[in-house]
């Protein structure tokens, strides 16, 4: 027991660090694939098949503009992962991302649960905007201010993993 608290607290460690040296690197002097720094892989090979099990069968009517969302919450041993879509740049303001990353060819993002002390740069958000929510981008170009949300009912999934393996999936709608 004494090991896999040990084994979580590395885990919680390695986390905070590449959270913390992501978000002290500046956005302005990158190109946008490295300005969002797309570096992260999922090396959890049950979680990567849920994600992308869940690009493949959970539908936004009407929506083309979306980008895989994660929000993940430890406790001990155990990671809850809630996946659904981000479809309004509004999301990000309100819940900043601790990273990004891709799955196959697909770009996400992570977010850790009650991250109030972080935000987004507006320069950061306008980069994602432009890159994966052009209508909002266009919006934002027209007005100079953010467009009004989206709304859809969403379908989210949410998986608890202990020790690598997948003990429950739950499937939540709003």
Not at 78 to 87: F, H, K
Request: charged share 25%; net charge negative; hydrophobic share 40%.
């Amino acid at each position: 027991m004494e090991v896999e608290k040990f084994r979580v607290m590395v885990r919680i460690f390695l986390v905070s660090f590449y959270i913390f040296s992501g978000i002290s690197c500046s956005f302005q002097h990158q190109d946008v694939g490295n300005e969002l720094m797309i570096n992260w892989v999922i090396n959890n090979k049950i979680l990567k098949e849920q994600i992308l099990a869940y690009i493949d069968s959970v539908e936004t009517p009407n929506i083309a503009d979306k980008v895989i969302m994660i929000t993940h919450k430890s406790i001990e041993d155990t990671s809850i992962y809630t996946l659904g879509y981000c479809i309004n740049i509004s999301t990000l303001q309100y819940f900043p991302p601790s990273l990004f990353f891709k799955v196959d060819e697909n770009f996400g993002f992570l977010l850790m649960e009650n991250n109030v002390d972080f935000s987004l740069t507006e320069e950061a958000l306008i980069t994602i905007m432009k890159s994966y929510f052009p209508d909002q981008y266009d919006y934002y170009m027209k007005y100079g201010d953010y467009p009004p949300p989206i709304t859809a009912r969403e379908v989210l999934w949410r998986l608890t993993l202990k020790e690598d393996e997948l003990v429950k999936k739950e499937e939540l709608r709003n």
